[in-house]
């Protein structure tokens, strides 16, 4: 599986973008690009998967470049309610896997 | 949300203790996994399930037995509980199974082994 690094903390205020970037340099031909929320106390959350170019959902969107070396998830005007870890995850599709792995993740606080 | 309970939320035990944790589901998915959260590892799986009866190691199952005899429960068990179990155990459930599908997670079990 294809190696992730995002960084480590960001902060932000309430009503801006907040853009988390995610490099994935060995990513295969057949990976997808996913994304998962963990609030405090809870489980992740899948936000968005994506595979080229743009991906765009109620909660976020996801920016994957010709080379796919690289993706960014965008969170439009963020509340405090999104401060959470967010994770990047890269991996094929394909059955039998089961080895979905979660990195340290981006540490996101939003301040009022 | 995804119909995963965990249960218990929360359990204080001591070492050499057996400990049993319990994940259900309502959403009829084949596939069910048992994670654990530490700080500065992330997510790690412990052990999963492709069906019942059906289960397989992950990358930190020492320590860890599973069981599966429906399709709706998943338990963890600790045989003898030791300090360095101390965590967050997660369970999450899939449809199909593969590598990088959406994963439904439960809200977590806080288990302190004392």
């Known amino acids: 599986l294809a190696k992730t690094t995002q960084p480590i903390s960001m902060d932000s205020y309430e009503g801006q973008e907040v853009n988390i970037t995610c490099s994935h340099n060995?990513?295969?031909?057949?990976?997808?690009i996913t994304w998962y929320q963990q609030f405090p106390s809870q489980g992740p959350r899948f936000i968005i998967q994506?595979?080229?170019t743009k991906v765009t959902n109620e909660v976020a969107s996801l920016f994957i470049p010709a080379d796919r070396k690289s993706s960014t998830l965008s969170l439009p005007r963020v509340s405090l309610s999104d401060t959470a870890v967010y994770y990047c995850?890269?991996?094929?599709?394909?059955?039998?896997?089961?080895?979905?792995?979660f990195g340290a993740g981006t540490r996101l606080f939003v301040k009022a | 949300d995804a119909g995963i309970t965990q249960s218990p939320r929360h359990k204080v035990t001591e070492t050499g203790t057996p400990v049993t944790l319990r994940c259900h589901q309502t959403?009829?998915?084949?596939?069910m996994y048992w994670y654990r959260q530490d700080p500065g590892h992330g997510l790690r799986l412990i052990h999963y399930?492709?069906?019942?009866?059906?289960?397989d190691k992950g990358e930190v199952s020492d320590g860890y037995s599973v069981s599966r005899s429906k399709t709706e429960d998943f338990l963890l068990t600790l045989e003898s509980a030791t300090s360095s179990q101390t965590s967050v155990y997660f369970c999450?459930?899939?449809?199909?199974?593969?590598?990088?599908?959406?994963?439904?997670f439960g809200s977590g079990t806080q288990l302190s082994v004392l």
């Open positions: 999450a459930i899939s449809d199909s199974g593969a590598t990088n599908e959406k994963l439904f």
């Open positions: 060995n990513i295969a031909t057949n990976d997808y």
């Open positions: 994506g595979y080229k």
């Open positions: 995850l890269v991996g094929p599709l394909d059955t039998g896997g089961f080895k979905t792995i």
């Open positions: 959403e009829n998915h084949r596939y």
């Open positions: 399930s492709y069906g019942v009866k059906d289960t």
